[in-house]
């Protein structure tokens, strides 16, 4: 078992990777092909709207299926995708180009997620989960300090290549060593029957945890899409913007592991309710200060409390999913995070087009998680009777 995890982990640390490669310049480069900020807000969103509306779906084929034959036919789409942002020749190619990426990524990242899960012992579910966000930060904190050096050296558009090259080496990992998950057919039959799809929205703890993917994909969007343009105009070179970006995954990359085990031995609510609060005061500190030290303080708070939020619901995702069905838990879970990267990523492009700056953006990103924490603990403890599990879990709450 833990071979198969490792490679697969090792699978997709590679493709996350060379998806942040890009990524990170994704912004920069629609400039430089005249997108305006609108255009480049339906470029940064478009992904995430595809995903809105399959992640669902695709968690509950993964159910039936098999969460890593899912995941195999995610990592076959990658080669074409880089290829696709590479010959792409204005931003109307290049947003097509991102909604393919919108398709594979619906189906790499919540079913690696699920598939962590399912392999998570009981009572360890925070240590395992933090052994995937730990993986997916760490390789979404060394993309962007890639992206910047391969960007400021050669150009833009090399940094596709590097993409091409990783998704290859991801995809021979996962054809040449990952076997189906085998799962039980019976269990997913009985929550089919209880738990099909509109049952999920109606679910309080669902709709709990769904906020808070919801308050992460803003404070995502805003450190991914618009952290650059913002140091770009205090002055800051791109070269250690990319480092201001890349601390913020590292840093919650370092203490996934450490939080997971804390996650797992206390009760993990008030650890989301503080994780919220300390992300959102950390986004207030970044419109008072154009020093780059204190810049990248501010950015080791926020990736303190967002990684913190990101520890403690995860594991509690692990638990509920075991009820509702691993893969049907994260493909929910992965459109409310689509739900929040649509709303961040269309809403702050849209900003400076009706007179508000930079400075602006953090103010609305920390409104917005306060306004989550909120509505999850208004969720969490109102959970209703039809939210009862019907196993009860060590530290469910």
Aim: glycine fraction near 8%; include cysteine.
């Amino acid at each position: 078992m833990f071979r198969t995890l490792f490679l697969v982990l090792t699978a997709m640390f590679l493709l996350v990777l060379g998806t942040y490669i890009p990524g990170t310049i994704l912004t920069p480069y629609a400039k430089t092909i005249g997108a305006t900020w609108f255009q480049i807000g339906i470029l940064s969103g478009s992904m995430y709207a595809v995903r809105l509306f399959i992640g669902t779906p695709v968690g509950r084929l993964a159910d039936r299926k098999g969460t890593l034959k899912v995941l195999k036919y995610s990592f076959l789409l990658y080669p074409f995708i880089a290829a696709a942002y590479w010959l792409s020749p204005n931003i109307y190619f290049l947003i097509c180009a991102r909604l393919l990426h919108g398709v594979a990524s619906a189906m790499m990242l919540p079913m690696g997620l699920a598939y962590v899960g399912e392999k998570s012992p009981r009572g360890m579910e925070g240590k395992y989960m933090a052994l995937y966000n730990s993986c997916m930060m760490l390789a979404s904190g060394i993309g962007p300090l890639i992206s910047t050096a391969v960007a400021s050296s050669l150009s833009y558009r090399s940094t596709f290549a590097v993409l091409f090259i990783l998704a290859i080496i991801g995809l021979l990992i996962i054809l040449l060593y990952a076997k189906n998950c085998k799962i039980d057919n019976n269990k997913l039959i009985w929550n089919e029957k209880r738990y099909g799809s509109a049952n999920l929205f109606k679910d309080r703890r669902m709709m709990a945890l769904g906020v808070i993917n919801i308050a992460l994909a803003v404070v995502s969007s805003l450190v991914g899409f618009f952290m650059i343009p913002f140091l770009e105009e205090r002055g800051v070179a791109l070269m250690f913007s990319g480092s201001v970006i890349a601390v913020y995954n590292i840093v919650s990359a370092a203490i996934q592991l450490p939080l997971g085990r804390i996650t797992d031995k206390y009760n993990k609510f008030p650890i989301v309710i503080f994780s919220g609060v300390l992300t959102a005061v950390s986004l207030l500190v970044f419109p008072f200060t154009n020093n780059i030290l204190l810049i990248g303080t501010a950015m080791i708070l926020t990736s303190i409390g967002s990684g913190s939020l990101l520890a403690a619901s995860s594991a509690l995702s692990t638990i509920i999913g075991r009820e509702k069905g691993m893969g049907s838990t994260m493909g929910f879970l992965s459109t409310s995070t689509s739900i929040g990267m649509i709303f961040g990523c269309i809403t702050l492009s849209y900003m400076p087009k009706i007179g508000y700056n930079f400075v602006s953006f953090f103010y609305f990103s920390s409104l917005a998680v306060i306004a989550c924490i909120i509505l999850f603990g208004i969720f969490w403890t109102n959970k209703g009777r039809n939210s009862k599990p019907t196993v009860k879990f060590t530290n469910l709450d």
